[in-house]
Every structure is written in structure tokens, then in C-alpha cells.
């Protein structure tokens, strides 16, 4: 079945930097667009940042500049690099794939960014 696993969040002054990885299983990866998206209490899920199958990104203005998202299809693994973190960036973040019809998510991983 397919399988989401995120890592490498953790707690991480303001202007600091953390890389999140998220390996995929059971599911041809290297043809899905990855996601990467984030959750605060309270408020909707966002799109923080995605790759396509060739490479081609797309981010949310809010982390455009900070944030670089790339993947590894011989690792079967997308990242999600984050740099001049703020406070406001605060949140969980979830992998995501859609496969077929199907939307799948990771466990997701906490990030939070201190003052």
C-alpha cells in the first residue's frame, strides 16, 4: 500500500533552517508530483510547496525565496528545504501524493519556529 514518511522536523530558532525528507513506497514515485503542505490549529491545510515529475515547483508566496522543495527518484524521496525560518512558519507538515484518484498522506512532522 502506499506509504508517506516525513522527517527532520524539530524545534529551530527564527532565521535558523530545517530540511524535512519524505519517502514514498508502494507507488511508482518517480512519475507523481510531491507535495509538501503544513497545518496550524484551527485553519485549512496549504499548499507550502510541490514538484513535478520532471522537476518543474511550484510555492506559496509566503515561502517563495526561503523555502526549496527537490526530490531524489532513486531514493524514492522529495525534501523540503527551509531557510530563514519565522515564527509564523510554525505548523505540521504533511507529505503528499496523489495517486490515481487517490490522495495520500504522511504522518506529518512538527516544525516549530521560536521567537
Known amino acids: 500500500q502506499v506509504q508517506l514518511v516525513e522527517s527532520g522536523g524539530g524545534l529551530v530558532q527564527a532565521g535558523g533552517s530545517l530540511r524535512l525528507s519524505c519517502v514514498g513506497s508502494g507507488f511508482i514515485f518517480s512519475i507523481n508530483t510531491m507535495a509538501w503542505y503544513r497545518q496550524v490549529p484551527g485553519k485549512q491545510r496549504e499548499l507550502v510547496a510541490a514538484i513535478g515529475s520532471v522537476g518543474s515547483t511550484n510555492y506559496a508566496d509566503s515561502v517563495k525565496g526561503r523555502f526549496t522543495v527537490s526530490r531524489d527518484n532513486a531514493k524514492n524521496t522529495v525534501y523540503l528545504q527551509m531557510n530563514s525560518l519565522k515564527p509564523e512558519d510554525t505548523a505540521v507538515y504533511y507529505c503528499?501524493?496523489?495517486?490515481?484518484?487517490?490522495?495520500?498522506w504522511g504522518q506529518g512532522t512538527q516544525v516549530t519556529v521560536s521567537s
Open positions: 503528499n501524493a496523489v495517486v490515481g484518484i487517490h490522495n495520500y
